[in-house]
């Protein structure tokens, strides 16, 4: 007794350790989200800052810089215009330049063609030689304007460069000046998305990428290799569903990793972070561990306790109650309880005493209440420990035992439940726990089986009338009440799993019948003559010279004939002899007169035409319509 409550509470110790570790484990996981949740906020809020307040400076720099291109432009012009012998001499040029601290110098005809400048290899360049010359274009006969043009690849080098030019007063040249835009360029080289990306991810150990939105590529990350990736190839799941402003959370994996993300979108961007699980949970189990240490020490003090107050006070009582309910287990039922250590098992003694009474009683009560029930069951308890057997009075009438039988199985309980499971075998079984247990007169017991401890309870209830009841009233929905063939929701039900579940390796056809002159018979002799004339076909289909068929009356004039796992010639044997009776089989009416059979058919074989229900029935309907249809023509276009 003491070492299986010893085994208890360890068994609750345990438990209990392992709940509340499980409870401190998501407690650190939803933390760890959560934290991780404000960091990405907080980082997204310092992204979006950074980019507005550079892309403000970068702007004020590259207008200073423009700026600065256009007054440098007007000094050259004004000592062109001032010393205009100059202009073609290649030195004077370049100390012209040189003083205005610029790098390139060219002066242009009105007509817009270098023709002087620090650079003779681009004489002969005019504002029509390339896009970025072209730009320059609008300045021809315009003597009011001065351009500045972006940072951009000249048309004869393709180095980045910023021109700008202006004419002079007397209107003979445009001058230009080129600039190498370092400043711009380092200005635009630190506000990179990636630039900031590295600064942020100092202080975390997430990482960081921006995707812009129209070009659907990577153009920053503090993973140097993913920048230029296509989008798809982040393998993040959730960045097409972000609205503006919108920051979404969620697990993704990439390349079999798994990690903890956030996105946002803004402006042209998706921003996004994420964190490896591994990172992100890693605090978690060294947290959990030291818990668990602490919990464990907390709690095996209190089991420690609870057990020393039981074995003083409870155990002792429990162990000698227990001998006693072993011997009753153990057949001796005339054992008597007497356990008066406390108020509480002196009571419990007396309780068993009671029950131990009332069990024995129990078969003899049950017997007699089911003989005077009108439910014919029978209710048997076996228990293998010690081999005992206890039946009610019914239990020899449903299993068809005589009195002999059933008095000396009692005495082997053994032997009787052998007997049981050779009686209710699986060539017996009816469907589900239902056994046919005499086919000749359809006798039919459900049988339920119980384990409960160290017993088996066996239930058995004749349900012959109800098996005999479903399978009447089965028949009469299945058949027409008319011809006694199969009605259509049963040809349906039965035919549909056999061609679509292939049930059958063999051939099959679906015939489908329509009967010709119908509506005649029925206006001319009445309709009693017409259903004598409807029940003739369904005769013809019954006595079809085969047994793998299922034949059914769809309706008014319309049949229905399946034929299944057959060899192709048998049938065309079974359809000859069907058609061999079309205007040949006499049908006498009520008056007397006699008519001919005249139906029409359609044939749709299986599976070579169709392999589906609905289309071999539609294949069939359709070749069954154009032959009545050739028929009418053939009797002269009359109605059939």
Known sequence: MKKVISKRLVQILIVGILIVAG??????????KKEFRKTAMDNFGQIESIIESNDTKLEMIKEEFADNCIIRARAAAYIAQQSPENITNIEECRKVASMLQVDELHFFNPEGEIYAGTNP????????????????????????????????????????????????????????????PERVLKAMEGNDISNIFYMLSANTTADFYAVDIKSQKVVGSTMKEWIGLPVEETQNSILETLKDDEVLFGDIVIDGKHYYN???????????????????????????????????????A???????????????????????????????????????????????????????????????????ALEFSEVPIAICEYVPKVNSLTATSRTKDILLLTEEGMDSFMGK?????????????????????VYCLDRERKYFVKKETFSYKDSELLILINVTAEIREKERLAEERDRDALTGIYNRRAFRSYVTPMVEEKVHDGHGAIVMIDLDNLKKVNDIYGHMSGDRYIRTMADILAEAPTERKIAARLGGDEFVLFLYDMEKEEITATLNQICSYRGKREIEMENGDKVLLEFSIGVAMYPEEETEYKQLISVADERMYEEKQQRKKKNGGGRI
């Not at 409870?23 to 760890?32: E, G, N, S």
């Open 23 to 32: 409870v401190a484990a998501c407690f650190q996981v939803i933390q760890a």
């Open 121 to 180: 290899e681009y004489y002969g360049y005019n504002v029509y030689s390339g896009e970025q010359i072209g730009f320059f274009q609008q300045m021809l006969g315009d003597y009011s304007k001065e351009l500045c043009q972006v940072i951009t690849p000249n048309t004869a080098e393709g180095k980045l460069m910023q021109y700008a030019a202006v004419w002079t007063t007397d209107h003979k040249n445009i001058v230009q000046v080129g600039l190498k």
């Open 262 to 300: 956030a996105a946002k979108k803004s402006g042209d961007l998706w921003l996004i972070t994420m964190e490896p699980l591994e990172k992100l949970y890693g605090s978690i189990p060294m947290n959990t561990l030291v818990f668990i240490l602490c919990t464990m020490l907390l709690l095996l």
């Open 302 to 368: 209190v089991v420690i306790a609870v057990f020393l107050f039981l074995d003083k006070n409870i155990i002792k009582s429990i162990l000698r109650v227990n001998g006693d309910l072993k011997k009753i287990e153990q057949g001796n039922w005339d054992m008597v309880l007497c356990e008066d250590s406390l108020p509480e098992f002196e009571q419990l003694s007396g309780y068993i005493n009671s029950m131990v009474g009332s069990i024995l009683d129990f078969p003899q009560k049950l017997s007699k």
């Open 413 to 433: 309980p053994e032997k009787f439940m052998k007997w049981l499971s050779e009686l209710f075998c699986e060539e017996k079984r009816y469907e589900g726990n």
